[in-house]
Each structure stands twice: as structure tokens, then as C-alpha cells.
């Protein structure tokens, strides 16, 4: 079976246009797809160069592409439309009922979700992803008290790339305290963390995953053995119980679910939107 | 104007009814809406219980809710409708004709997006964070080797959170390194760049913008004052000219909007898709 072609076409970064996209494409497992993301397509000059791009596509391959578009210039939309290929407005089905409810005429300007909309708020969340990597690994303690959440687990259960994501997501400051032998022998909180109880997450992972993934970092090493993996997780475990700290399973959970979630159970709200 | 309650409903993270509502809503700068996100619907029982809390934010605000949602289940949208809100499916539209299109159903299984459907592609991306936080700031250029690109700027252009970014959502491996005193000094790449030329990207930025986010950082130092601010911008630049360094401005744009740019200007295909 060839690849079929698919466009994913913007007049700006095409983010939205990706994300729902791979989200259709994810539910057809046994089609092959061969993706091309056309970004900033916003002079019909370009409308007409991915027009000539999606045919090209299409007769190459013997497949119609499908392509995934989002322009906010409807002129544009109206050009690409002469494509030969199966074109998804991700928009105008929505965007004409939004303005009929809501009694208003949308802007019709690009760039509004994904770019510096609000020069402040933006710079909120890069603040986000610096304190993100200035509290990274139970580092600068002291600043807690700035903290949106702390993130608590044993070495290697996930606690960076999600603290990093919801950070560069969510605009949340996670800070995140790796779980240590010296912790787990006194069974009790470790000092830095207990002034921020309310805010503590915890983090816990199957420990034969933990075992593949320090074994990566340090093979062979008592670190990564199965026997410590175990009481690792088992320790952590007790901890959060003891505390009253919730926490979840990162294990089948990808950075994007996880930090759903977390939001979710503590009941954030993120400063963005 | 009262808020317009607006609901995200998902039988899994919801990012991607997320993603598209926001750009959405976006473009209705003048409404205010109050966002809450339901993930993990899951059950019919919570899928019940988000039709009450629609119905009771219709009646709290006077305003009929916009819903947002991304069932697989297509049980689960049935149940919804019973909502007294604007239901808005963000999947059937487009599901329906793709399956026609593909001559193939689609498999209606959920989190096959946003989650870990492919175990090794997610532990590649999440080995390209941990990448990114190892070859931050100009650190272990020794390992350069394994990058997909490196970021070149003067300090506190907008390298870091960009290289996070393109880790996170591509699985690029990404490093940066910043242009010193020392480095502009002699005019030439800084030695640990030169084997790596082809995978450099240069970001500029606005020298009143700089001095902005320098003075945040250290406020009154001669590293934040205007005068070393355009000087550093102008050094850099030079250096990305002679070198004939592919660059950006990242002034007005957003990690999101780099990140598309980089990638399709360096013809980067992310191995994630």
C-alpha cells in the first residue's frame, strides 16, 4: 500500500492544524502516512505554491492527499480549494457557529492562539520554564515558595519532562525532589518539602520500567538493579500514603496525560487562558 | 458582558479539543470566557456528571456553554448531547469523511495521539528532554555529535525554552550554545561549533527587548545595560553572516512559532510521525 500524502497547511505556525490532525490520523493505524507541515502560508503566492506542491503529491503518489488546513484569511482557503486533494477545513465548521452564539464576528487574525497574543502572559510562561530548570532535581529548594506545584518521586520516574511540560504548557512553576536513601530512612518528609505539603505531587512507575531505564543510564550499577527499583517504588509509595500526598502511575502515561492529569487532581488553573 | 462558560470534554487528555478550542476562542478577543477542561471522561457515569456541571454553569451564568469535545466512544457523544449547552464534536466532522476516503474504519480506540502508543518513539522523545537539559547553555559540546540542531545566540535570546520546546513536541535533539565575549572576540565560530556547522540556527532579538529581559535578570549590570545589549545583537548577527548561519528573530515570536520556523527552514523532519 503507498503513503498517503497529507498536508497540513497554515497561515501561521500550524500547530492546531497538526495536533488535530495526528489526532485523526492516529485513529487509521494500518495507513502509512506521509506527512508535509506547510507553515506561515500567508500570501496567495504561497496558497498557490502549496496548491502546486499538494497536486505534485498526489499524482506522484496515485493518492488523493487529504489536507489538514487552517487559515483565518477565508480568501486563502477559497485559493487552496483548487487543490486536488481532500481539503479539511479545521475552522469554518466551527468558527460560523461560535459567531452566531456568541452574537460576534470572529477577528480573523492569525497568529492569535500559539503566538505572543499577550506580550505579559507569554513571558509568564518562559518564566515558567526557567524556574522549571532552576528547581529541576530538588535544586534551589529555597525558592519553593514560588512554586505551583512540586513534583516528588524516586530517581528516573518521570518527573523532569513533566515539570518541563507544564511548565512550557501550562505556564505552572513545577519544581520537582528526587526521592533519595537518606529520605526514605527517616520515613518522614524531607525538611525542604514540608513547609509545601499542600503542593507536593508524587510521581511512582512500575519498577521493571525503572530497572530498563536507569540500566540505560547506569548499567549494571546497584542503582538500576531490580531489587532496588523495587524498593524504591515500594518506599516512595509508603511516603506518599503516609502523607496524604496523591500521586499516579507513570508508567503508560506520556508527559501530555500526565500532566493532564495533575492538573486535573489538584485542581489548577492555569494563568494563560 | 457575563462569562461565557466554556467546557473541554474528553474521554482522554483533552489536549487536543484543548488545542483547537483555544485557537478558537481566540478569535473572539472581546468575549470572556471562563474554561474548564473535563479529561478522562471515560465512563458514561462521568460523562453524566459533565452534563450536569454544563447544565449548572448554564444556569449560574445565563449563558448557554460551549463544549468542546473529543470522544472515540461514540456512545459517550451521544450521552453528552443531552447537555443544554453548544456542543461542539471536534472529531465526527472530519472521522466520517476519512473513513470514506481511506476506505478503512477507524479504530475508535482513545489516546492514540496524545498517550504512549508506541513505547520506543516515546522514550525517544523523552531522551531528546533530557538531551536538551544536558547540552544546555554550551555545556558537554563533546556531545554534539548526537544533535539534530544547535541553537546559537547571545545570552537570554530566547535559546533554552526554544530548545525544550523542540524537544518535547518533536523528539529533536537539541542544543544551544551562547555567544560570549570571548567568542565575538575573535570574529570566528567558537571551536566546539566548527565539525557541526551545517546544524546551526542562529536566533536574534530586539537589543530594547534584551535589555528588558537582561534587567529582570540582573538589574543595573553593565551585561543588562542597552549599550552591551545591541552590542551583543550586532556581534551575533555578524557571526551568523559570515558563516552564512541560517537566523530568526525571536522577538515577536513565540516558542511555538520558532520552533515551526527552525524546523522548516532546516528542512527537519521529526521522527515522532
Redesign the interface.
Known amino acids: 500500500m503507498p503513503h ?1 500524502p497529507v498536508f497540513i497547511v497554515s497561515d ?5 492544524a497538526e ?2 490532525s ?3 490520523m ?6 502509512r ?1 506521509h ?1 508535509r ?1 506547510l ?2 502560508v500567508d500570501t496567495p503566492q504561497k496558497v498557490q505554491q502549496a496548491v502546486r506542491a499538494i497536486d505534485e503529491a498526489g499524482r506522484e503518489s496515485g493518492c ?1 492527499p ?1 489536507v489538514f488546513a ?1 487559515f ?1 484569511d477565508e480568501s486563502f482557503s477559497e485559493i487552496l480549494s483548487a487543490a486536488e486533494g ?1 481539503i ?1 477545513d ?2 469554518s ?3 460560523g ?2 459567531e452566531r ?2 452574537d ?1 464576528q ?4 492569525p ?7 499577550d506580550v505579559g502572559r ?1 513571558y509568564r510562561r ?1 518564566d515558567a ?2 524556574y522549571a ?1 532552576h528547581c ?1 532535581d530538588g535544586l534551589h529548594t529555597q525558592d519553593y515558595n514560588r512554586a505551583t506545584l512540586i513534583l516528588l518521586g524516586a530517581s528516573r520516574s ?1 518527573k ?2 513533566t515539570c ?2 507544564l511548565a ?1 504548557h501550562f505556564g505552572f512553576y513545577a519544581a520537582n525532589y528526587p526521592l533519595t536513601e537518606e529520605d526514605f530512612g527517616t520515613g518522614v518528609l524531607p525538611g525542604p518539602l514540608e513547609p509545601h505539603k499542600d503542593r507536593i505531587f508524587g510521581l511512582t512507575i512500575d519498577p521493571m520500567r525503572l530497572h530498563q531505564i536507569r540500566t540505560e543510564r547506569r548499567p549494571g550499577s546497584e542503582y538500576a538493579s531490580v531489587a532496588r527499583c523495587r524498593q524504591d517504588v515500594v518506599r516512595a509509595e509508603q511516603m506518599f500514603r503516609r502523607n496524604g500526598i496523591p500521586f499516579c502511575d507513570s508508567t ?6 500526565l ?3 495533575i ?2 487532581q489538584m485542581g489548577l488553573v492555569s494563568s494563560l ?1
Do not use: W
Open positions: 498517503c501561521r505556525s500550524g500547530l492546531t495536533t488535530l495526528h489526532t485523526l492516529s485513529q487509521f493505524p494500518d495507513v502516512f506527512q507541515a507553515p506561515f488523493r487529504l487552517t483565518v481532500e479539511f479545521l475552522f465548521p466551527f468558527i457557529r461560535m452564539l456568541l460576534q470572529s477577528s480573523h487574525k497568529g492569535q492562539s500559539h503566538g505572543i497574543s507569554y518562559i520554564v526557567n530548570m529541576d518521570g523532569t519532562p518541563l511540560y512550557l503508560n502515561y506520556s508527559v501530555e496525560e500532566g493532564s492529569t492538573k486535573h487562558y
